[in-house]
């Protein structure tokens, strides 16, 4: 069963910093976009950042500057580096994948669970 396994959420003080993780629990033959969603209370999931194949990314201008978001593909893992963080970064973390299991399989969306992240002093 496919699962994306998140982690390293939790709270911390304005100006801290936290390091999510993500990784795929299968064996992949291609991951194409791998990206983090989050959630804040009583709001709508917005996209924080996306990382491509080519590695190339792509940011919500609210966190440019603070977010860096990676992947290591021989892991199915990707990052995201949260530096600088602001009570207004406070949600519902959220990893998103698209991959495929083999050659001539067809693409594939996964959420992960969630991880809270809590920016407060």
Same mark, same amino acid.
């Given at each position: 069963?496919?699962? @994306?396994?998140?982690? #390293?959420g939790g !709270?911390?003080q304005p100006? #801290?910093? !936290?390091? @999510?993780?993500?990784? %795929?629990? %299968?064996? &992949?033959?291609? /991951?194409?976009?791998?990206?983090?969603?989050?959630?804040?209370? #009583?709001?709508?999931?917005?996209?924080?950042?996306? &990382?491509?194949? =080519?590695?190339?990314? $792509?940011? %919500? =201008?609210? %966190?440019?500057?603070?977010?860096? &978001?990676?992947?290591?593909?021989?892991? $199915?893992?990707?990052? @995201?580096?949260? $530096?600088?963080?602001?009570?207004? =970064?406070?949600?519902?973390?959220? +990893? $998103? +994948?698209?991959?495929? /299991?083999?050659? @001539?399989?067809?693409?594939?969306?996964?959420? #992960?669970?969630?991880?809270?992240?809590?920016?407060?002093?």
């Amino acid at each position: 069963q496919v699962q @994306l396994a998140e982690s #390293g959420g939790g !709270l911390v003080q304005p100006g #801290g910093s !936290l390091r @999510l993780s993500c990784t %795929v629990s %299968v064996s &992949i033959f291609s /991951i194409d976009v791998m990206a983090w969603y989050r959630q804040p209370p #009583g709001k709508g999931r917005e996209l924080v950042a996306s &990382i491509a194949s =080519d590695h190339r990314t $792509n940011y %919500v =201008d609210s %966190v440019k500057g603070r977010f860096t &978001i990676s992947r290591d593909n021989a892991k $199915n893992t990707v990052y @995201l580096q949260m $530096n600088s963080l602001k009570p207004e =970064d406070t949600a519902v973390y959220y +990893c $998103n +994948c698209k991959f495929r /299991i083999a050659e @001539l399989s067809p693409w594939m969306t996964y959420w #992960g669970q969630g991880t809270q992240v809590t920016v407060s002093s």
